[in-house]
Structure formats: C-alpha cells, structure tokens
C-alpha cells in the first residue's frame, strides 16, 4: 500500500488537479466510491493528498451490495445529505 501510495505522487495528474479546483470553487459535495478494501482506498486517496477533498469514502463491501449495484452511490448521496 506504502509503495502504491508513494509512486501515485511521483505522477502528475493536471487534470485531476484542476477538476478538484473547479470542485472546490463550486462548493460541490464530494464522495469517493470504490470496492477497494478501505486500507487501500484511503492509503490511495492520502497518496495524492486528496484525504480533506473528499466528504465521505464510501466502500462497497460496507454497503448493502458493492458496486456495480447502486447501493454505493445511494449510501453516498444519503450521507452527503444528497437526495437520490
């Protein structure tokens, strides 16, 4: 996790930098969704310094039923206080 975490900063992501800024500027509620165990989500997400961009990390395996299935992003919008 340490090593993926590390060589995600040695990249330069541009454009994901100016979506976060556009993001940001916009006051837009953010999520993280993924079905990657929470270590590696999070270990990923403080890799590129993004751990105060996201609102809430919501992780499949926490939820009803992963994705593919919308029980993610429903328990990310109910917990951005999101209607779906």
């Keep these: 996790r340490e090593m993926a975490a590390s060589s995600m ?12 800024e556009w993001v940001e500027e916009n006051k837009l ?18 890799g590129i310094h ?6 809430v990390v ?8 992963p994705k593919p299935d919308p029980s993610p992003y429903l328990t990310a919008c109910e917990d951005l206080g999101i209607p779906a």
């Excluded at 900063?9 to 976060?20: A, F, Q, S, V």
């Excluded at 509620?29 to 999070?42: G, I, Q, S």
């Excluded at 993004?50 to 609102?55: G, I, N, P, T, V």
């Design 9 to 20: 900063l040695e990249r330069k992501m541009p454009g994901l930098d100016r979506l976060r």
């Design 50 to 55: 993004y751990q105060e961009f996201f609102d």
């Design 29 to 46: 509620p953010r999520a993280a969704v993924t079905n990657a165990p929470r270590l590696n989500a999070e270990a990923m997400i403080s």
């Design 58 to 65: 919501i992780i499949g395996d926490e939820c009803e039923r």
